[in-house]
């Protein structure tokens, strides 16, 4: 009687795990347990998820070790190393800044600090309201166009920060 309760409380935990990520995503995991190395594919699936959702959630990470079959601190540790994962839900509107040294020189920072100001939040943050998130980047590759400013994958080139409220504003 006892191994059908853990069982069943098992059961439950893979269903909870399950809900917690796609079904799309759930089906690849099934199909990487089917691997050699199932945990070589932790990256992938973690892309997957983050490609669905837009964030990486506790939940998820979680969900992840235990459909994969991989320790908890190792799908953490992944999705904390790599830059590319986002831990933190987006706002609707992401605004990145360049930051490179062409960027950087001509004026960037002071385009933070009026973002800053105007929305109150830096770097890595989400307004309450969930409207806009703010990155900085070191390079992306327009040094000819700084300083350089992307909202929602539209580059806006030479921005100043006399500019930001007009572009901001612009946001849906």
Request: glycine content about 8%; hydrophobic content about 40%.
């Amino acid at each position: 009687m006892h191994q059908e309760a853990v069982s069943e409380d098992l059961n439950s935990v893979y269903e909870m795990a399950e809900e917690a990520l796609s079904p799309e995503v759930v089906a690849f995991i099934e199909h990487c347990r089917q691997l050699e190395r199932p945990e070589s594919e932790l990256i992938t699936v973690l892309h997957k998820v983050q490609a669905i959702n837009g964030w990486l959630s506790a939940k998820q990470l979680d969900a992840v070790a235990l459909l994969l079959g991989v320790p908890g601190s190792q799908v953490s540790g992944v999705a904390s190393f790599y830059h590319f994962f986002r831990l933190k839900e987006r706002g609707r509107n992401v605004i990145n800044v360049c930051l490179g040294t062409a960027c950087y020189v001509k004026g960037a920072q002071q385009i933070i600090d009026k973002i800053t100001e105007l929305k109150g939040i830096v770097p890595g943050e989400t307004t309450p309201d969930g409207k806009f998130t703010l990155d900085a980047s070191r390079c992306l590759g327009t040094c000819g166009l700084a300083p350089v400013v992307v909202i929602n994958d539209h580059v806006h080139a030479g921005v100043k920060p006399e500019d930001v409220e007009k572009l901001l504003s612009s946001c849906k």
